[in-house]
């Protein structure tokens, strides 16, 4: 059964061509895949952290997640709330700070590497985020994407060094 709406609630709510407007801004888009294709995929706008939706397909993940954003523009513009805006430029400057231990591990590690600490780190973090459009347009290079990481230990692939980082074993067998 349908819910009547007030008079006051229908002056209160937005035009559907605000709504429309709010839902074309280029948001960023990720999906979650489960690990089977029973488990289905998980579309999510990263502007917007309570807008989730899921669907069997990539494409029934993004329907849904247009339903979701709609229903979310529409509520957030009638109760004057803050509408999240796309993230649009990033300048590629990162100032991160780091754990003295943490520090001298990558600059170990990368002069291991015979690279630059920016290299490595640029390197380390692409490989953790496994392949996407934007790093492989760049050229950045991938050597060991997240998932194929994963597929290869649950074949039997390498093994963890223990509890510590491979490098801090390194670092004290030569003390």
């Known amino acids: 059964m349908a819910r009547k709406r007030s008079v006051a609630a229908l002056k209160r709510s937005p035009a559907k061509r ?22 289905g995929v998980l579309a999510y706008a990263v502007e917007w952290p309570d807008c989730v939706a899921a669907g069997r397909t990539r494409e029934e993940a993004l329907a849904a997640l247009e339903r979701t954003m ?10 004057g709330l803050e509408i999240p805006d796309p993230v649009s430029t990033f300048s590629g400057r990162l100032v991160l700070r780091l754990p003295r ?8 590690r990368a002069m291991k590497e015979g690279t ?11 490989r953790e985020l496994g392949p ?4 492989q347009a760049r050229g950045t290079e991938v050597r060991e994407p997240k998932a194929a990481y994963r597929a290869g230990r649950a074949s039997g692939g390498p ?5 510590r980082r491979p490098s801090e074993n390194l670092i004290r067998r030569h003390r």
């Open 101 to 108: 231990g943490l520090h001298r591990d990558a600059v170990h």
């Open 159 to 163: 093994k963890s060094l223990g509890r």
């Open 70 to 79: 709609r229903d979310l523009a529409a509520y957030r513009a009638e109760h």
């Open 132 to 135: 996407t459009s934007e790093n």
């Open 116 to 126: 630059s600490l920016n290299g490595w780190l640029m390197s380390a973090i692409a």
């Open 18 to 39: 605000e709504v429309d407007e709010i839902v074309r801004r280029p948001y960023s888009i990720e999906f979650a895949y489960g690990v089977s294709p029973d488990e």
